[in-house]
């Protein structure tokens, strides 16, 4: 940092150690959103707006959104990468401030298909302890990667596991329910291994709930050994995808498919809005097409059945036109 860091320069700094040691955000997420913010505060610089990220108006923030260019998708990280910074900032102007974004149809969305999904479970569970419940809670839980790393012992209940989701100060709180006679098994197999684990510990010890020992002491797992485990279970069940994401992205697809309500599937997986939850289940060009078809196959069906019935109070005509 410079000798006399401007008051951007003091934010931005602040925020990345914000996002390396509370948020624990991988390198490469950091990098792309410290890069983004970047981008975003030069386009209201342009727009004379403030250099300082605590005073930035709604208005500096409409020159943004009319000045950003790229894919949506770009403009949509972007965005979503300096509104993160200016709330951390203390900043009140982005609060109310929600893009409407166009719609950008994807063929492939990011999510594995019922038969995948299931090769990818059936697999798991008969690996070790871990795998299993790496699978379970992202795959049928809906949890991402970081909120699997903050579960402590004390997290898990008889009814449900407490969630630290991803954000400032640990995350926002929410209790998830257990898939019954699924989430006891799975779970207790697992805490028999990590108790077997605490028994060998000659070290320190601690309350994370995925651990392993390393030379007699009880460490949690880090990202990357969460990751190298995913590789070998998508080695094992010879399904290739891309991370953690594309599980917890399944598992909403298939509570959509098996038409549960958006809004419950926005609290399962802890969004605000279930404009996000829409994303994430991927609906597509295909999903409308099937939904227009089934209206029109309704239709269809309703008018070949359809019959015209007389009613009985109606009088019939008899011996001609002017006789009843």
């Known amino acids: 940092m410079p000798r006399n860091p401007s008051p951007f320069q003091r934010c931005i700094t602040g925020y990345v150690d914000y996002m390396t040691t509370e948020a624990m955000y991988a390198d490469k997420t950091i990098d792309e959103y410290r890069w983004a913010i970047i981008r975003c505060h030069d386009i209201v610089r342009v727009g004379q707006g403030p250099e300082n990220p605590e005073r930035v108006s709604r208005e500096n923030l409409e020159y943004l959104l009319e000045n950003m260019t790229g894919r949506v998708a770009n403009r949509k990280f972007n965005w979503t990468a300096y509104a993160g910074f200016l709330k951390w900032c203390g900043n009140d102007a982005i609060h109310d401030k929600k893009p409407k974004w166009p719609n950008e149809q994807r063929m492939k969305v990011d999510w594995l298909t019922e038969e995948e999904a299931y090769a990818v479970r059936e697999t ?14 992202e795959l049928d839980l809906c949890l991402r990667r970081i909120e699997i790393m903050r579960l402590t012992t004390s997290s898990i209940h008889d009814n449900g596991i407490d969630v630290l989701g991803k954000g400032r100060m640990g995350g926002k709180l929410r209790r998830v329910s257990l898939v019954a006679g699924e989430s006891e098994a799975i779970i207790g197999r697992y805490m028999e291994h990590r108790a077997e684990l605490e028994r060998k510990a000659t070290g320190p010890r601690t309350d994370k709930l ?4 390393w030379h007699g002491t009880l460490k949690p797992y880090c990202r990357c050994a969460l990751d190298k485990r995913l590789k070998n279970i998508q080695v094992a069940s010879g399904v290739s995808f891309l991370g953690h994401h594309t599980l917890r992205r399944t598992a909403g697809r ?3 498919l098996a038409k549960m309500p958006i809004e419950t599937i926005a609290s399962v997986m802890g969004h605000a809005s ?19 078809d089934a209206v029109r196959n309704m239709r269809i069906q309703s008018q070949k059945t359809a019959k015209i019935v007389p009613s009985l109070d109606m009088p019939v005509a008899s011996g001609g036109p002017n006789r009843i």
């Open 124 to 137: 798991a569970m008969g690996m070790d302890p871990l795998s299993a419940l790496i699978v379970h809670l």
């Open 210 to 213: 995925v651990v392993h020992l």
């Open 254 to 256: 298939l509570m959509w």
């Open 274 to 292: 279930t404009d996000m939850t829409l994303l994430y289940i991927g609906v597509n060009l295909d999903d409308q097409a099937k939904a227009f």
